[in-house]
């Protein structure tokens, strides 16, 4: 009886993840507690495994109707932004308008608070989606599209959950305010699981490459973030996750 209430709960944490990351309804939790809400955080892999699902099942239809990899991937990303109502998109361009408009830190967070776009975001959210679509489009083969995408929706949210481990949450509002502030290792690890399904069922000759090009990555914008604004906020993560997905991508070409 005990496991099966420990399975239970597990389930309704990934749910409230779920319905954090995505637009799927999740039904109400009658046991809801801060601590369900604070451990969804270590499910956010999980949950982009499942955004790359319905992405690449989306992309495969769509190459079977059109014959066309463009309008296939396209296709593809209107379905993951429709499914995740653009949530890290949205990060990253108002983590753009943040610190390409402020100078001090206290102006970086009120910019990226501020819900609407502007020009920094607008530029930089137009690039990133077009990179994404240049770079899955011009794989050579389905096989290498879908493992990209499983691969990189879960890898990016697995290396955006990382900065809970030694950064300081920098503001306490804002609809991209994280699930959990921080994070223990050992939960930020056991999150990672995804990532190594999908390693075995994928192959990426240019693994340690990329392992050491997001290293570089990681470190080097949480360098950043602690030199701007002295920590991350909801809005970084979702950057983080971007760049990270965008650099999984162009690892396939090379």
């Not at 949950?47 to 699902?53: F, K, S």
């Not at 691969?151 to 300081?168: E, G, K, N």
């Not at 509002?173 to 994280?178: A, L, N, Q, Y």
Request: hydrophobic share 55%; net charge neutral; charged share 15%.
């Amino acid at each position: 009886m005990l496991a099966r209430q420990k399975i239970q709960r597990e389930w309704q944490v990934f749910l409230l993840a779920v319905g954090f990351l995505t637009r799927i309804p999740i039904p109400a939790d009658p046991d809801f507690s801060d601590e369900k809400l604070n451990g969804a955080s270590r499910y956010f892999p999980l949950v982009g495994l499942l955004v790359a699902g319905v992405a690449a099942l989306v992309f495969i239809a769509a190459l079977a109707i059109f014959n066309n990899p463009l309008i296939a991937v396209l296709f593809s990303m209107v379905a993951s932004i429709l499914l995740t109502g653009a949530f890290h998109e949205d990060g990253f361009a108002d983590s753009c308008d943040g610190f390409g408009g402020g100078w001090r830190a206290e102006d970086v967070l009120r910019i990226m608070k501020d819900s609407r776009i502007g020009t920094y975001g607008t530029v930089a959210l137009v690039l990133v989606l077009g990179l994404k679509a240049a770079a899955l489009s011009a794989m050579p083969s389905t096989g290498v599209v879908v493992s990209a995408l499983l691969f990189a929706h879960v890898l990016s949210r697995w290396l955006a959950t990382s900065y809970l481990l030694d950064l300081h949450y920098v503001r306490g509002e804002g609809k991209s305010k994280p699930l959990a502030t921080t994070m223990p290792l050992s939960h930020w690890l056991w999150s990672g699981l995804p990532v190594l399904v999908v390693l075995i069922v994928i192959d990426l000759p240019a693994l340690l490459p990329l392992c050491l090009v997001l290293l570089v990555f990681r470190f080097a914008f949480a360098a950043y973030l602690r030199r701007r604004i002295g920590g991350y906020t909801g809005d970084a993560l979702g950057a983080a996750q971007q760049v990270a997905e965008i650099i999984i991508y162009l690892s396939y070409l090379t």
